[in-house]
């Protein structure tokens, strides 16, 4: 994951015209190791990857995943989703699906007494649902406390603050739906085009 991540975080960055202390500024992530990640020698953390993506304003499926396909029917295997393993906490983030029309589709699995977060609210009027599939979750967004477990389902603004902590002594398993109103499909056609 390491080389891929840096190349978009690469590639994106000078899309968007901004340099390596200017992206810092923006994601609070630092130059030294947004230099890093570039090079592939660093693993962002999940909190880093999100600020990252955040700050350069594509979903992180994006920045994680390859080029959406342009079929109608798209089928991912289940060790077939791009995952992103958090090194300090060994929570990993799956991209399911491509982000199709503003709707990324995510996986969480969090180790016992393990949090994901907090993330950076997404843009105005964005919704996040949570459908818990096994264990117990706390979700925290804004100043919302959600205690969910198996079989639950929450929705809550997206355009909050927000993290995911498994205060349990059993992992849990989470699917996230998130919604950015009036988004456009990813199809990333430029960073497909760049390999």
Excluded: W
């Excluded at 999940?46 to 080029?67: E, F, G, K, W, Y």
């Excluded at 925290?140 to 927000?162: K, N, Q, W, Y």
């Amino acid at each position: 994951m390491n080389a891929s991540f840096g190349a978009r975080l690469r590639l994106r960055r000078h899309q968007a015209r901004l340099s390596l202390e200017s992206l810092a500024t923006l994601s609070g992530v630092s130059r030294a190791t947004l230099s890093k990640i570039e090079r592939g020698e660093r693993n962002p953390s999940l909190s880093s990857a999100a600020r990252i993506a955040d700050a350069l304003q594509v979903p992180l499926a994006t920045m994680l995943s390859v080029a959406g396909a342009s079929s109608e029917v798209q089928v991912v295997r289940g060790d077939g989703a791009v995952s992103l393993v958090d090194e300090e906490t060994g929570a990993i983030r799956e991209s399911v699906l491509p982000v199709v029309e503003g709707v990324e589709i995510v996986r969480y699995t969090l180790p016992p007494h393990c949090s994901a977060g907090p993330f950076h609210p997404h843009s105005p009027g964005a919704k996040e649902v949570f459908i818990v599939l096994e264990g117990e979750i706390e979700v925290r967004s804004g100043t919302h406390r959600i205690d969910l477990r198996s079989g639950d389902v929450a929705m809550v603004p997206g355009d909050l603050s927000h993290q995911l902590n498994n205060l349990g002594d059993v992992t849990t398993r989470v699917m996230l739906v998130l919604v950015r109103p009036g988004a456009p499909g990813e199809d990333d056609q430029e960073l497909a085009e760049e390999k």
